[in-house]
């Protein structure tokens, strides 16, 4: 039933560790976002793939890659860890083009570089 | 660049309390703009969208309000269940963008 699920639901690490978050909707949306959200709360975009096709890229380091082998699927993949990546990325999704643009949320990955 | 800011950052109520929220924005080519409730360890759930100046809409307690500089959210009657932060957002561009404001928590005591 779940409708947006990312996989871990936490995730603690070293400095200069790669990792990988998953990201998964059953919804049918052809869009998916990647959010990061710090310790103060605020949600800033990442990253959004409609159709496997990268269409915004906010400045985030290149040490963070999307990858979304289809539209159902987005994952984030992040090299060489560092403290100031502690945070939680959530993943959302949604239809481009609908009536009703809401953006769908999953639960949060919390990650924690150490 | 798109702005969003909430007010007050935190609000505590008493149960029954009325209250209203802020959303104020500058931005160029609001598409719409959104309300989304968080709780404590949980991704934003979507509340409302509003599209042009003079919508409102309402879901049980809560009321959102437009106008072509801010959004309200209107609290009647809060209950302790209502507590959680609420975002606002805004709709902007070609590629479904959306820029969120820094939230207001919201506390409803009994």
């Known amino acids: 039933d779940t409708a947006v699920s990312q996989t871990p639901k936490y995730l603690v690490t070293q400095m200069g560790n790669d990792k990988s978050i998953k990201c998964e909707q059953n919804?049918?949306?052809?869009?998916m976002y990647w959010y990061k959200q710090d310790s103060k709360k605020f949600l800033k975009i990442m990253f959004s793939?409609?159709?496997?096709?990268?269409?915004i890229n906010e400045t985030v380091p290149n040490r963070f890659s999307p990858k979304s082998p289809d539209k159902a699927h987005l994952n984030l993949h992040i090299n060489s860890l560092e403290l100031g990546d502690s945070a939680v990325y959530f993943c959302?999704?949604?239809?481009?083009?609908?009536?009703?643009?809401?953006?769908?949320f999953g639960p949060g990955t919390r990650l924690t570089v150490l | 660049e798109d702005q969003v800011t909430q007010s007050p950052e935190a609000l505590r109520l008493q149960e029954g309390e009325s209250s209203s929220l802020n959303c104020s924005y500058t931005v160029s080519g609001l598409r719409g703009l959104f309300w989304y409730r968080q709780d404590p360890g949980k991704g934003p759930e979507f509340l409302f969208t509003?599209?042009?100046a003079g919508e409102e809409k309402e879901k049980e307690r809560l009321k959102a309000t437009l106008t072509k500089k801010e959004s309200f959210l209107h609290i009647t009657a809060p209950k302790p269940e209502d507590s959680a932060t609420y975002l606002c957002a805004v709709l902007t561009g070609g590629g479904n963008k959306l820029t969120f404001g820094t939230g207001t928590q919201l506390k409803v005591e009994l």
């Open positions: 959302a999704s949604n239809n481009l083009a609908g009536i009703y643009n809401e953006q769908f």
């Open positions: 919804l049918g949306h052809d869009t």
């Open positions: 793939y409609n159709n496997k096709e990268l269409i």
């Open positions: 509003l599209y042009s």
